[in-house]
């Protein structure tokens, strides 16, 4: 039995999906940010990092997203969530899920979490103001090819399909042009339309 | 064949590192930052992100240092340089190097790359001042438990080392305070005592 510890309107939704598509046994456990209860003890004490997701397992604690996608992926092989046997196929897809977490979310963190990377609030409200257009950029790498359709990797649903749709959420929030993103919002629809996803989104923040 | 394209003193290092140990035949091509030659219409055509690494295979071009590490350990399994049979270890190494990539990285790029996350010059410099505590303090992450010891991954030698190795070559330029990481400083000295780590180095910045 896995615990996957979560918190509503972030990338955690990512892997949440794919637990739920994997059919894999788990207590999904919510944690309050509005209570900085990412900051509690108790659970400084199950993820040292004070962030979601974490997946507690038999063996341990596992964190960052891009690895417990495929961790998911490759425990329950039958879920078909990553082209397992084929190393290339598979690169490409953690190369678009390390893009999401490194460039697309940490630029998209920039709107509400500054004080990670200064002091100053004036340079928090410079990042802010840069959000729109460091987001709106990485997401047309995307929209240009990154996203090769219909799926992310083409025929083959992955789990890169869960995070492009979890992180493409923000997109309103963070001001990006839509108007620019014609394919991604399409695939955002579409991923939105299937009940397990609408099921996992209700759950998180009902 | 591959082509391999790097650029001195950055996180290019890591995967050529992996390459050079798994005896991959390829071609180390250099791109020279300092005229911007990762921005030239030539590379972008390769690699549309305008960064490094990028590897060139014969299916096409792979990006994302933790993709990339993973991807030369499964085509070259030889090389040991992965838990391959071993889902959980295998999701410990992509753990760590995508909190490398995602957090540590980031972190270290606010001291020079500001522009990508603001437009004002005043928060750049706000950025650096915070460089030395931010990068610190994820190195304290690492340090307090994330690398086992010897290796990363315990006694298990693992991509994961190259890439801390790359990563902790910054931290006198990042301004941390060195005496507070005496186990990750004693893996940089083991790694950089390592023949193949110091013939990299050597053709990389010579």
């Not at 417990?68 to 897809?93: F, G, N, R, V």
């Amino acid at each position: 039995m896995l615990t996957y510890y979560y918190a509503a309107n972030t990338c955690s939704l990512a892997a949440h999906l794919s637990l739920v598509h994997a059919g894999a046994p788990h207590e999904a456990v919510r944690l309050d940010f509005k209570n900085q209860q990412q900051r509690s003890p108790e659970y400084l004490a199950i993820n040292p990092k004070g962030r979601v997701p974490a997946l507690v397992t038999e063996r341990g604690v596992l964190t960052e997203t891009p690895a417990i996608l495929q961790y998911i992926a490759q425990a329950w092989p039958a879920s078909k969530l990553a082209p397992l046997d084929d190393p290339w196929a598979l690169a490409q897809m953690n190369s678009f899920n390390s893009y999401l977490c490194s460039t697309v979310h940490v630029a998209h963190a920039h709107k509400g979490r500054g004080a990670r990377w200064a002091d100053d609030p004036a340079a928090w409200e410079a990042m802010k103001r840069k959000v729109p257009q460091s987001v709106g950029d990485a997401f047309a790498f995307i929209e240009d090819g990154a996203l090769r359709g219909p799926w992310v990797l083409g025929e083959t649903f992955s789990t890169s399909d869960y995070y492009l749709l979890t992180i493409a959420r923000w997109l309103e929030g963070d001001g990006v042009d839509l108007a620019k993103l014609p394919r991604v919002l399409e695939h955002r629809a579409r991923m939105l339309a299937l009940p397990l996803v609408a099921d996992v989104i209700a759950k998180q923040e009902g």
